[in-house]
């Protein structure tokens, strides 16, 4: 279907003012060692009952805000670029404008309501996923829903995840110390990422024709939820060349 590239920047929008409280360190502060270890403990060989938490829940208030401020942002798609032309590209929080179609204290109990996380993952069912680790390589055998996780694999050793053929270097360790969030816990992780280009600057797409718009991005973590004691295991992927998404999915996954 074709790519709607506002969905886009309003999504990235969401994500940077939902981030929960995040602590981290680069590849050259956490040893491969160390990762592999941790890794390990987490996806043991076995096979485990999957909760797939790919259903949402959004406070009502919530979702009316939303959808003013993305009919705003359709109606006005310059208004984001022209903000992240002066940031220089990065995302972050954003000033009031009356063209995101809110009033001002619209907005600002939009923003209290993303501070404050309102929206929480919920399931939509579960399945029995197999995980081996041959010397270090860790693969899943699954599925039905959960299938793409046949063309998942982790191989310890280089500290490096495959996708669909993509290569996903070690990006960092995550330490959410703040239990409001989607998961409703505090929680660790590992996390390998693989993007084209490397950054995305919203102040050089053009929003009205992004036909020339080509990314293809995967992310995956492997983590622990302080509240429950499970297994995170979060998959996601895009892919979209020339302004057509041909793959899109984002699949946090509860192993236990």
Not at 78 to 85: D, G, I, R, S, W
Not at 170 to 194: H, K, P, R, V
Not at 202 to 222: E, H
Request: aromatic fraction near 10%; charged fraction near 20%; proline fraction near 4%.
């Amino acid at each position: 279907m074709p790519f709607r590239i506002r969905s886009l920047i309003v999504a990235f929008f969401l994500s940077s003012a939902a981030c929960a409280q995040t602590q981290t360190e680069k590849p050259d502060q956490v040893s491969q060692s160390q990762v592999k270890g941790g890794v390990e403990q987490l996806l043991s060989a076995r096979t485990y009952t999957v909760a797939i938490m790919d259903g949402v829940i959004i406070h009502p208030r919530l979702q009316v805000l939303f959808q003013k401020f993305q009919t705003g942002i359709q109606k006005n798609p310059e208004v984001l670029q022209n903000m992240q032309k002066a940031a220089g590209g990065k995302l972050g929080p954003l000033p009031y404008d009356r063209r995101f179609g809110l009033t001002k204290p619209e907005y600002e109990e939009f923003q209290a309501f993303m501070e404050r996380r309102e929206i929480k993952s919920a399931s939509s069912g579960t399945e029995r996923v197999t995980v081996s680790n041959q010397g270090g390589i860790i693969r899943f055998v699954a599925q039905g829903k959960l299938a793409i996780l046949n063309t998942i694999w982790l191989d310890l050793n280089q500290n490096k995840a495959h996708v669909k053929g993509y290569v996903l270097p070690f990006s960092q360790t995550l330490n959410i110390t703040e239990s409001a969030n989607a998961f409703d816990s505090q929680w660790t992780g590992y996390m390998w990422e693989f993007m084209e280009p490397n950054e995305l600057d919203l102040s050089k797409i053009d929003l009205k024709n992004p036909g020339n718009l080509t990314i293809i991005g995967y992310k995956i973590i492997v983590g622990k939820l302080a509240k429950t004691g499970q297994t995170l295991v979060q998959v996601k992927g895009t892919e979209i060349k020339d302004g057509v998404r041909t793959v899109g999915f984002e699949m946090p996954l509860f192993f236990e």
